[in-house]
Nanobody
Framework: QVQLVESGGGLVQAGGSLRLSCVAS????????MGWFRQAPGKEREFVAS????????TYADSVKGRFTISKDNAKNTVYLQMNSLKPEDTAVYYC?????????WGQGTQVTVSS
């Protein structure tokens, strides 16, 4: 089992930036594909981005492509989500998921609020 702790959320104005971090502990982190999801009030959880165990093949939802960047640091057991040009519709609780998929572990989430 992998334990995950997200951080880095907050309140930011539209057009601003935030960097989310997800620190993993427990089982070996580096061999997993990792992902970020988000859930806005009244909506289902949706995929945001994922990255392979090697750090390659980043994949993004169309809604964040070109604005968000996922990366990982195996030495720190951490996966990051750099979010630029934030929009009010990016407001949500952001969750880390390792390994990627419904059966993987989830963190407690970090709130991101973007004001217009």
């Amino acid at each position: 089992q992998v334990q995950l702790v997200e951080s880095g959320g907050g309140l930011v104005q539209a057009g601003g930036s935030l960097r989310l971090s997800c620190v993993a502990s427990g089982r070996t982190f580096r061999w997993y594909t990792m992902g970020w999801f988000r859930q806005a009030p009244g909506k289902e959880r949706e995929f945001v981005a994922s990255i392979s165990w090697s750090g390659g093949s980043p994949t993004y939802a169309d809604s964040v492509k070109g604005r968000f960047t996922i990366s990982k640091d195996n030495a720190k057991n951490t996966v990051y989500l750099q979010m630029n040009s934030l929009k009010p519709e990016d407001t949500a609780v952001y969750y880390c998921n390792v390994p990627l998929g419904a059966s993987g572990s989830w963190g407690q989430g970090t709130q991101v609020t973007v004001s217009s």
